[in-house]
């Protein structure tokens, strides 16, 4: 979550087997780290192999909270290790793309998200997936 890619790669060289043994709240940092936008921890985390479609907060995966703040260039990032966009949180049944919907309105901030574009690459990922 720090973004430390030295760090990281120094825990995967001295074992190598390290994310096959993620608790269930360490599957949740991938989600927490989107939810505080935090692009580069996120890029780290999936790069070393943290599971995409890992839940954390409303049963969000990462994709859903890249999509809730409008975060193009991490929705982009989040789409290159091929998540399941039509994924449904669990507290408001809702994919990545009906998050960023009523994130364009009702969001956090929602005059400060590109939400257009996000909502456009996610359906656009849809149709292909």
């Known amino acids: 979550m720090a973004g430390d890619a030295a760090t990281v790669k120094a825990l995967l060289d001295a074992t190598p087997s390290l994310i096959a043994q ?3 709240d360490d599957e949740r940092r991938l989600p927490f780290t989107a ?51 039509d994924l449904r949180s669990i507290d408001y049944d809702g994919t990545a793309v009906q998050w960023a919907e009523h994130a364009a309105e009702h969001g956090w901030h929602p005059g400060v998200g590109d939400y257009a574009d996000v909502i456009a690459l996610l359906k656009a990922a849809d149709r292909h997936a």
Not at 73 to 82: A, T
């Open 35 to 85: 939810q505080r936008e935090n692009l580069a921890a996120v890029r780290l985390m999936l790069t070393a192999g943290w599971p995409v479609d890992a839940r954390g907060q409303h049963g969000g995966t990462a994709l859903h909270w890249a999509a809730w703040h409008g975060h193009l260039e991490m929705v982009r990032e989040i789409l290159r290790f091929h998540p399941v966009v």
């Open 22 to 24: 993620l608790t269930d």
